[in-house]
């Protein structure tokens, strides 16, 4: 790599100070992550996760003798809770919403940065999902004793199902109102960084249809 570039009169100019030759093309080590497949991985983890917890739950009752009266108000308090408190995470997030976020998104700048590829936004939802199972373990297994004089067995359970499926049916119709801001902006949202931790605070958007890499 020579010292010097040429300045267009065959005379050698110097790079910048600042700027050395190598840093003036190379790409930056972070990734774009698009943000609304973030919000749906997340989504789809909690759903999942909450799911699972009805099977598990019905396997660890067998110890103590599975009933149709627990398999019956494990389903139950399931779909009541689900149906209670996605309207009510409606009016708890309604500030800490995926989309809320968007107004706070800068244009994107700076050196050139490639997209995460699919198997990293699905690597990145499966370690979610694998911190909220072990999280959704230990609150059952904290809920459990403490509902357990009021009611019959299985309202601990069906609340954490609920919640789970809930928040993550939540998170997917956000979803839906960040591609409607996208196609009525005519901007795609991305999360720019390693890993996307604490995605709606590094957002940026490029104009729809330039190349996810492209800052210009």
Do not use: C
């Amino acid at each position: 790599m020579p010292d010097r570039a040429s300045d267009g009169g065959g005379h050698a100019a110097p790079w910048p100070a600042t700027l050395s030759p190598d840093m003036a093309t190379a790409p930056s080590p972070e990734k774009l992550w698009r943000y609304t497949s973030l919000v749906k991985a997340i989504a789809w983890a909690l759903i999942i996760v909450g799911m699972l917890m009805l099977p598990m739950s019905l396997v660890a009752q067998l110890g103590d003798g599975l009933t149709v009266k627990y398999a019956g108000t494990l389903l139950g308090i399931s779909g009541i809770t689900g149906v209670l408190f996605y309207p009510l995470m409606h009016m708890w997030f309604r500030k800490s919403r995926p989309s809320a976020y968007l107004e706070r998104a800068k244009k994107l700048s700076g050196p050139r940065r490639m997209p995460a590829a699919r198997r990293d936004i699905v690597r990145w939802g499966v370690t979610v999902g694998v911190f909220l199972f072990i999280g959704t373990v230990f609150m059952v297994g904290f809920l459990v004793p403490v509902l357990k004089d009021s009611g019959p067995s299985g309202i601990a359970e069906g609340v954490v199902v609920g919640v789970m499926a809930a928040w993550g049916v939540f998170n997917l119709d956000d979803v839906r109102k960040i591609q409607h801001a996208e196609h009525e902006q005519g901007r795609t949202y991305f999360t720019v960084g390693h890993r996307p931790t604490a995605a709606g605070n590094r957002l940026f958007w490029t104009t729809a249809g330039a190349e996810p890499g492209d800052t210009a």
